[in-house]
């Protein structure tokens, strides 16, 4: 009996016992990483991705100078759409909003539960950027080449890969480039997704590749609110008008008063005051000045605070300035208008997907590092939806820049690609 008990103990561990009637349980993903990456079939794979390699550095430069500004991704996309059917996805499309899909089936029922792997198409370059790629030995050179083309090219190796080595999965994988993910955009590729696209039920495990570091795990979520505050006043000749309100003065000290303001340390919030604008000419008193500010911070109450106190701030600053000056010809107002709203949150670092993320990172012989930024990710874990966001690859640097680069040396290059793909399987069980 102790022999026949230990046995059943032993399964049980293993997740393949399972009760009169009832489907096995499935393994733990985290438990599952050692196991996938050490077998055949992987291995398989990765060496497939490494033949590939070029390839994916092609699919990079391809991408890359294609331009894809903010709000205006579309050749991208339809390349990209392009050549997802190439790879021999089902039901590839775009939506509405301009994300480009398409799903490589797995073993279980059709519309069931899926494992979501998304890179964004959009940069943060206006039209016009120079997106031409130089090449210096392994370092590819280029506006928005990390951020996040390499990402789209990466998805494009695991699919060849996948097959190459004869790899099923359990669950459907949905392969996704997805729109808006940079500053104006606002995260309106993934709101869509999540708000209105036809697989928002549908979504087990969410990831998003952006960037290339590939021992970053990325489980909180940053939120941050953006502001387009409008100060108004009459205006005048400035020698004419003199001792009349001034809606620069006004603004100014908005911007004193906010940048007075104590913020913690942890959780991490942070603000700027980013851009101004405005005004008619030197000699003038201006009737209107615009400026832009970014807050942000790992935890909801605290950027809540923080909101609410910059909205009072700049109503003081006016009311401030109408008790300072002249308003006899008309009073300061101060219209704060949100321009941005990304929400804030995290997934648990005990879900099984930041376990199963950090078990993959540490099988390619890297040290996890979790931690919180803001990425597409920031929609699924407002949703209590498990979702991360892992690196392709390689290294890189200047994003947001036009001196952005990549290093896409194969042996570096080829070692971090495995993170996520064996964070991918373990998410989607791989089919016996």
Do not use: C
Not at 335 to 348: F, V
């Amino acid at each position: 009996m102790i022999g026949v008990r230990s046995a059943i103990v032993a399964l049980s561990v293993l997740g393949l016992t399972a009760s009169a009637g009832a489907h096995p349980r499935r393994p733990d993903a985290a438990a599952s990483v050692p196991a996938i990456v050490a077998s055949p079939a992987f291995k398989s794979a990765m060496s497939a991705f490494e033949r590939e390699h070029d390839r994916v550095v092609a699919d990079t430069i391809t991408l890359t100078e294609i331009e894809a500004p903010p709000f205006k991704e579309t050749r991208r996309a339809q390349a990209y759409l392009a050549m997802l059917k190439a790879h021999g996805l089902t039901d590839v499309e775009m939506d509405d909003i301009g994300n480009v899909m398409g799903i490589r089936r797995g073993t279980g029922p059709a519309g069931g539960k899926l494992v979501v792997i998304a890179a964004h198409l959009d940069t943060v370059f206006p039209e016009g950027t120079n997106v031409k790629v130089r090449r210096e030995g392994t370092k590819l050179h280029a506006p928005g080449i990390g951020d996040d083309t390499y990402s789209l090219a990466v998805l494009l190796g695991y699919l060849r890969a996948l097959d190459a080595a004869k790899i099923r999965t359990e669950r459907d994988i949905l392969f996704v480039g997805n729109v808006g993910e940079e500053g104006p955009g606002d995260l309106r590729g993934m709101r869509y997704f999540f708000g209105q696209g036809k697989y928002r039920d549908r979504v087990h495990a969410f990831f998003s590749m952006d960037g290339t570091e590939a021992s970053r795990v990325t489980h909180g979520a940053v939120g941050s609110r953006r502001y387009r505050v409008t100060f108004k006043g009459p205006g005048g000749h400035s020698y004419g008008a003199f001792g009349i309100v001034n809606p620069m003065q006004a603004m100014a000290k908005a911007v004193v008063d906010f940048g007075a303001v104590q913020v913690p340390a942890k959780p991490r919030t942070t603000y700027a005051a980013s851009v101004v604008g405005g005004g008619t000419s030197v000699n003038s008193i201006p009737d209107a000045i615009w400026l832009e500010v970014d807050m942000r911070s790992e935890s909801r109450d605290e950027l809540a605070k923080l909101d609410a106190k910059f909205l009072q701030i700049v109503k003081d600053a006016a009311e401030f300035e109408n008790r300072q000056r002249s308003t006899r010809l008309g009073r300061i107002t101060v219209e704060p208008k949100l321009i941005g709203d990304r929400p804030a949150g995290q997934t648990p670092e005990s879900a099984e997907i930041v376990r199963a993320t950090a078990a993959a990172v540490k099988a390619a012989g890297y040290t996890p590092q979790l931690g919180a930024s803001s990425t597409d990710s920031n929609v699924p874990i407002s949703l209590a939806i498990p979702a991360v966001t892992i690196g392709s690859g390689g290294s890189g640097a200047r994003a947001h820049s036009v001196d952005e680069w990549i290093d896409v040396a194969k042996p570096e290059a080829v070692k971090g690609a495995a993170v996520g793909l064996a964070s991918i399987l373990a998410m989607a069980g791989v089919a016996r």
